[in-house]
């Protein structure tokens, strides 16, 4: 592949294939800036209303620059609204280029796991983990109850990507935007 530098002209087409396309090439290349790039081994921490990172060090990336972080007990603290009995909600696990833990919690859905929405993309931080809170017959409070499955909640950590966050990357409308389209010329580069 060789790089050839070009003046290139792009233009804003509002609801359009072409805008629609080159938003969802920026949100890919958003996702492949900010991304988590070994497991975390992430669990119960000593602390059980809390998670852990469990693997010795984690490789991630934060706007495109190399990171590192150590195994840590009492990482994330949960925070947000309460769950209550017969509803569904999950966490993504985040930390920025500093390497400080950070949560963005979901909708809470009556439905489904699968039915709740996050608010937006998380920009400018590598998503570690999704921790998942089913309440069957209690309610969940984040960061008192513990993250362990019982007592009639249920729970489950996903090292990696959320599936769900999805069609927030190809939502042109959502706040995440990394490149704005419009009318002026541009110089950049185009690979071959």
């Known amino acids: ?102 949560v963005l919690q979901s909708s809470v859905s009556q439905v489904s796991l699968a039915a709740c929405i996050y608010p937006s993309y998380p920009d400018g931080f590598s998503i570690f983990g999704v921790f998942s809170v089913t309440c069957t017959t209690a309610a969940f409070t984040p960061g008192t109850t513990t993250t362990a499955s019982g007592g009639g909640i249920t729970t489950a950590i996903t090292n990696g990507f959320d599936k769900y966050l999805l069609p927030l990357l190809a939502d042109a409308n959502n706040s995440a935007q990394m490149l704005q389209l419009s009318g002026v010329a541009n110089s950049g580069s185009l690979l071959l």
């Open 1 to 102: 592949m060789s790089s050839i530098s070009q003046t290139v002209k792009v233009e804003s087409f509002l609801n359009s294939d072409i805008y629609g396309n080159a938003v969802l090439t920026n949100r890919q290349a958003l996702y492949n800036l900010n991304q988590c790039l070994a497991s975390a081994g992430i669990a119960t921490a000593t602390t059980t209303s809390k998670l852990k990172i469990v693997t010795a060090t984690v490789s991630f990336m934060v706007d495109g620059a190399f990171q590192s972080i150590a195994a840590t007990d009492n990482f994330w603290t949960l925070t947000g609204s309460v769950v209550p009995i017969g509803s569904y909600t999950k966490y993504l696990l985040l930390v920025n280029s500093a390497g400080a833990a950070s």
